[in-house]
């Protein structure tokens, strides 16, 4: 079983920047693919970007492409979302996610297709 723990969170001003991490304890993550997911105040968890567990790949919701990168260092157990150009409209709590991949090239995108969850780090962007 794999522990995440996320931190990096904060308040920030729309336009700015922040580096959220992710560390895991338990397990190496080198055979977990891992995503970041994002819930806003009355709404329901939604997905931000996945990576494979090789690091190769990489996708990102539509919302969020473009400023975001995802990014993994399976040495330091640690996996990043580097976020730019934030907006109000990201503030929300992110949550980090795992799961088994055995497929060196695959992500996932669903909340439903993640086994290991990590408490979550509230991001607050201010207008």
């Known amino acids: 079983q794999v522990q995440l723990v996320e931190s990096g969170g904060g308040l920030v001003q729309a336009g700015g920047s922040l580096r959220l991490s992710c560390a895991a304890s338990?397990?190496?993550?080198?055979?977990?693919?891992m995503g970041w997911f994002r819930q806003a105040p009355g709404k329901e968890r939604e997905f931000a970007a996945a990576?494979?567990?090789?690091?190769?790949?990489?996708y990102y919701a539509d919302s969020v492409k473009g400023r975001f990168t995802i990014s993994r260092d399976n040495a330091k157990n640690t996996v990043y979302l580097q976020m730019n150009t934030l907006k109000p409209e990201d503030t929300a709590v992110y949550y980090c996610?795992?799961?088994?991949?055995?497929?060196?090239?695959?992500?996932?995108?669903?909340?439903?297709?993640?086994?290991?969850w990590g408490q979550g780090t509230q991001v607050t962007v201010s207008s």
């Open positions: 338990g397990r190496t993550i080198y055979m977990y693919a």
């Open positions: 996610a795992a799961v088994i991949s055995y497929s060196s090239g695959s992500y996932y995108t669903g909340v439903h297709g993640y086994d290991y």
């Open positions: 990576i494979s567990r090789s690091g190769d790949t990489t």
